[in-house]
């Protein structure tokens, strides 16, 4: 081979492209964008749009059912759910894995322009894409400053903190958008005496159009004169109160009527509808989403620069400070540098079983830099690949560090065979490399061909396997190529510096080579190993004996050991979060003195020390943050520890303390790494659909107290609800009666949420001078109308609610309307455009998902069909989790079988035969029952489940195990064509000759892999699975295949070639002498 000749003659320009690679991995691994997980693409687009003042019902029939139909039929499209609320309607779709997300956006604005007509005070629909990697990746709470509580009234300052501070963080770079949350708009509010417009004849309706005609400005055109040119603008926009409160509204008899005749006029505050808290503070709350594709560690950099720049210029001197209580780049990076340091480990434990093998610093150092130049150089592929860093791709790389010394061990092993023959260091070096890299260049085919399955996932996961297979096949390659070029260059440097035929004098070093007895020990390990096969290979009996041994009674071990299945793992994040649903109805004031008991009871967890006295006598670990958030239909808690190790300590407290509020519904959770749902990444959604919304309300109810039956420990969150209890008054007027005293039903509506609740009648824009307020919006702000009476107003009130007809007649609104009481729901949900109620279910960890999903099936489900319940029109559908994970599991059965018939092709074309190949993958599934037994005896000390990542572990396992079989089989054929030897004694020797390197190779990879899976820490659980598999099933592997692979060679020989015909020999064959020096090409695992 002409390339290994030219990096002996030219080894400067080998260490130049070894320097090269080193510098641009070095490089692209500082500019790669860093993030905790790899971007998942989900396609989903969600539909937002506002019709201010309408209920759920109206919603739902004048937008909800207008835009599905129009959407049912976008290309690609998957599923489709909306939700319709008080004056919002949100639909969303979710799309196939791999659309075009901007083709899908374009393709869902054209069909919403299909929507004929919507009602007069519609807004726009907004469409927004949503994306698991969009995610907040902090959170922030403004508050006051210690001593300032009393001063200043944080919820006033909305407004403020949007136009200041969100402002700041959108204009991060990297930094998509930014929500905020509690606190209350300034308001231009106009309260109004029913009985003053009454007795002047003006009706709410005229007093709204007064003041709407009013505030304009309105241009004048422009004229010149001499050198200039001016523009006339007529100015009449509301500057202060006293411009709005000398309006003129009418004359009587001659006389003006101004606004502060019948109404009061007033800067104020709207209604607070969000309330938040933060360790015993109000506050108000804002998060930040980052950008796809950006560096998350170093955007978070930036906006914690803004934050102080905030702080130290504009908020202290306001008596007020930004806090930061959550920053998902704290797990991020604890992870990152935990799988770092799994992989330096390895690394180091790698080399350390190089040197116990080889017995030689030099030889080690041979080998040894394979390592290094494949990792580093990976993140050059990483990078033109357009990867991220993050845990999966460092895991994948931690999990080739011992993948990526075979190659460099076999191209050694032969260079010092042929330097033993006496050549020189160049011939040495070229004719070992020469003979081996076809073989080398197979097995790493070999490996890498099990990854192009992967390539066909389209779920979810894939992505995620697809950093796992790009890092492990860039490390494999390069260390294919290192073999090749790297080592025989620096083995003929390097080698010239030991006497291999020389002995050392040194006691030390005779007794390391001889590791000290260990030596002797598996000198007398490959006797017995030879022995053993020796006394097998007497009989047929005894050959089948044992291939039913290794392979029945595993796999019906493996088996009853194989635990349940699981979706994805939760992950380990310091964010515990808990939602609370009230009975429908309950309103802002009764959420916030809920949220304040709350806040109590939890305020020692806060105020102590971990490992303090204190901390011991609770029932959980210091807490550094507790923000809850309360509105009217949810409250929401999110708690950290100080401690980010006893996080999960924190899910029983929180659940204890949100069960005690009677009449809640109440769960709380560790925050899912792989999932924006609440049910994260065990969740089941239970969709029960149909027309009549009171008949599914009552099949979820009992779907929900069943869940609660057979899954005790479950935790269910009804969405919307699982009963209709929002109390509704339904203002019907008496159209006769109405029509003779000219009132329309646009004026009846605006008039009577005038008086009950405040209306808006335009947007105002004062003059800050003008004002006295602390900050006043930039972009306006709403003019409203309301009652004088309507803080003190009771239901028993409303129909003697007075109004001004346009006929100028003061009269009760019974006297043209009916109010009926009744119960309705705060919210309708579609699922598949049919309205629908889901259960929400988390099962507990003592059931796995699969479980869980059989459970649900055949105690809740099934049931109801036999019983009838579920009649035509009326159906329940599991989606979620539990549909992803039906469908994976589906898929890697799909794909494993084929990276099996791969494997199977390619190992054909290695040996141009159809029979070996097929022994060689039966060492496949005693692997496969090796990663079912690690897994086992995994779960006895830490619960890690088959979850969809544990399974890749499976699929790599197949590239990897199958090359100790092949160094085998390889060896022996070699001997018995080259050497003459029958093929019993051919087995025996091959067996003998490769034990050494099979353990070697094993060996470097277990250790290699150890940290991974003993050490916990952030971000473990996700690569812990894969660990264990693929460790367990290598050892497996290596200490079964040594019998059963000779046991099936010899049995197929024996029966296509008849038996020997002399005696088997008592010793094993010494290989006969030929003239010709007889190659050793050892393929090995990758």
Request: hydrophobic share 45%; aromatic share 8%.
């Amino acid at each position: 081979m002409k390339l290994v000749e030219q990096s002996l003659r030219y080894g400067v320009t080998v260490a130049v492209g070894v320097i090269l690679i080193l510098m641009f991995g070095i490089m692209s691994l500082l500019r790669i964008p860093v993030q905790l997980i790899p971007e998942i693409s989900e396609p989903e687009l969600s539909i937002r749009t506002t019709w201010p003042g309408a209920s759920p019902e109206e919603i739902e029939r004048e937008i909800i059912d207008e835009q599905e139909t129009q959407l049912k039929s976008i290309v690609g499209l998957v599923e489709m759910e909306s939700t319709a609320k008080t004056g919002v309607a949100e639909v969303y779709l979710t799309f196939q894995v791999g659309t075009n997300l901007q083709m899908a956006l374009v393709r869902t604005a054209n069909a919403l322009d299909q929507v004929e007509t919507y009602p007069e005070d519609v807004d726009q629909p907004i469409i927004k894409t949503s994306n698991i990697s969009d995610r907040p990746i902090g959170w922030f709470v403004l508050q006051p400053l210690p001593g300032k509580e009393k001063e200043i009234n944080v919820y006033d300052y909305r407004d403020f903190a949007e136009d200041v501070i969100q402002t700041r963080f959108q204009r991060v770079p990297g930094i998509s958008d930014s929500e905020v949350y509690g606190g209350s708009p300034l308001e231009l509010q106009v309260v109004f005496d029913p009985e003053a417009l009454a007795e002047r004849g003006i009706t709410i309706f005229q007093l709204r159009e007064e003041l709407r005609k009013k505030n304009r400005n309105i241009s004048g055109g422009d004229f010149d004169e001499g050198k200039r040119r001016y523009i006339v603008r007529t100015t009449g926009e509301f500057q202060s109160e006293e411009e709005v409160e000398n309006t003129i509204l009418t004359h009587v008899n001659g006389t003006p009527v101004y606004v502060k005749d019948v109404a009061e006029v007033r800067l104020a505050h709207d209604e607070l509808r969000d309330y938040v808290r933060h360790n015993g503070l109000p506050g108000i709350s804002l998060n930040a989403r980052r950008e796809i594709g950006s560096n998350i560690l170093q955007v978070m950099g930036e906006l914690k620069a803004v934050v102080k720049d905030l702080n130290d210029n504009v908020l202290n001197p306001m008596g007020m400070h930004l806090h930061q209580t959550a920053d998902k780049t704290e797990y991020i990076s604890r992870s990152i540098d935990m799988v770092m340091f799994n992989l330096v480990v390895g690394g180091t434990f790698a080399i350390i079983i190089l040197l116990v093998f080889l017995r030689s610093f030099f030889s080690t150092l041979v080998v040894a830099v394979a390592i290094p130049i494949s990792v580093i150089g990976s993140f050059l592929v990483v990078t033109l690949m357009g990867k991220t860093i993050n845990v999966i791709m460092l895991a994948g790389m931690a999990f080739a560090v011992g993948m990526v010394v075979d190659a460099s061990i076999i191209v050694l092993e032969n260079i010092y065979r042929h330097r033993q023959k006496g050549k020189d260091t160049f011939d040495a070096a070229h004719d070992g490399a020469r003979e081996v890299w076809g073989a080398i260049f197979a097995s790493t085919l070999t490996t890498l061909a099990v990854f192009i399955p992967i390539l066909f996932i389209e779920e979810e996961v894939g992505q995620l396997f697809q950093d796992i297979a790009v890092a492990i096949s860039a490390a494999v390659t390069l260390s294919m190529i290192v073999s090749i070029l790297v080592i025989p260059a620096l083995s003929r440097k390097l080698l010239n510096f030991e006497n291999i035929h020389a002995s050392s004098n040194s006691r030390f070093i005779s007794s390391f080579r001889n590791l000290f007895g260990i030596v002797p020990l598996a000198s007398r390990f490959n006797e017995g190993v030879v022995r053993i096969l020796r006394f097998i290979f007497q009989s047929k009996l005894r050959q089948v004996v044992v291939i039913l041994v290794l392979t029945a009674v595993p796999a019906y071990l493996a088996w009853l050991m194989l635990p349940k299945t699981e979706y994805l793992p939760e992950g380990d994040q310091n964010v515990i979060i808990g939602m609370m649903i009230p009975p429908q109805g309950y309103n802002i004031q009764e959420m916030t003195r809920i949220g304040n008991e709350m806040e109590q009871n939890y305020a020692p967890y806060w105020q102590v020390e971990p490992g303090s006295p204190e901390e011991a006598q609770l029932k959980g670990p210091a807490v550094r943050n507790f923000l809850f958030i309360g509105s009217r239909g949810r409250l929401f808690t999110v708690v950290k520890a100080k401690d980010p190790e006893r996080a999960k300590d924190l899910i029983p407290v929180l659940r204890e303390e949100l069960k005690k509020v009677p009449g809640m519904i109440a769960v709380s959770k560790q925050l899912s790494l792989f999932s924006s749902a609440f049910t994260g990444s065990r969740g089941i959604e239970m969709n029960i659909t149909g027309p009549d919304l009171v008949r599914i309300t009552e099949i979820a109810r009992n779907s929900f107290f069943k869940v609660q039956e057979i899954m005790p420990e479950a935790q269910i969150r009804p969405n919307p609800g699982i009963e209709l209890g929002q109390p509704q008054i339904q203002i019907r007027p008496r159209w006769k009666q109405a029509a003779e005293m000219g009132v329309d039903a646009s004026e009846l509506g605006y008039s009577v949420a005038a008086l009950v609740d405040g209306v808006f009648a335009d947007e105002v824009y004062l003059d800050a001078d003008k004002v006295a307020t602390p900050y006043l919006p930039r972009d306006g702000i709403d003019l409203i109308l309301m009652s004088r009476d309507m803080e003190l107003r009771k239901t028993q009130d409303i129909p003697n609610l007075i109004i001004r007809t346009p006929l100028g007649q003061a009269v009760p609104l019974n006297s043209i309307t009916d109010m009926v009481e009744t119960v309705s729901t705060e919210t309708i949900r579609h699922f598949e455009r049919q309205r629908a109620v889901t259960l929400e279910i988390t099962p507990p960890m003592t059931i796995a998902l699969e479980d869980a999903i059989a459970m649900v099936k055949e105690k809740i489900i099934q049931p109801l069909r036999d019983q009838g319940i579920l009649t035509a029109g009326y159906s329940i559908t599991l989606t979620g989790n539990a549909d992803k994970l039906e469908k994976t599991r589906e898929a890697m059965g799909g794909n494993f079988l084929l990276a099996l018939v791969i494997t199977y092709l390619l190992l054909a074309v290695l040996f141009q035969h159809w029979g070996f190949p097929l022994i060689i993958m039966l060492s496949v599934p005693m692997a496969a029952v090796g990663g079912v037994f690690g897994l086992w005896a995994l779960n006895k000390f830490i619960l890690q489940p088959l979850d969809v990542l544990t399974m890749l572990g499976f699929i790599i396992l197949i590239g990897v195990v199958v090359n100790n079989a092949i160094l085998i089989i390889y060896q022996a054929l070699l001997h018995i064509r080259e050497d003459g030897m029958h093929y019993r004694d051919a087995i025996l020797e091959s067996v003998s000759n490769r034990i050494r390197p099979i353990f070697m190779s094993t060996f470097t990879s277990i250790f290699g892999l150890m940290p991974l899976v003993v050490f916990p820490g952030a971000g473990s659980e996700i690569y812990r699975g894969i660990g264990v598999v693929i460790l367990s099933g290598l050892f497996f592997s290596a200490l079964f295949t040594l019998f059963l692979i000779p046991s099936l060679m010899n049995l197929s020989s024996s029966i296509s070639q008849g038996e020997p015909p002399e005696p088997m020999e008592t010793e094993t064959r010494v290989r006969p002498q030929t003239t010709k020096a007889a190659p050793q090409p050892t393929p090995t695992r990758m």
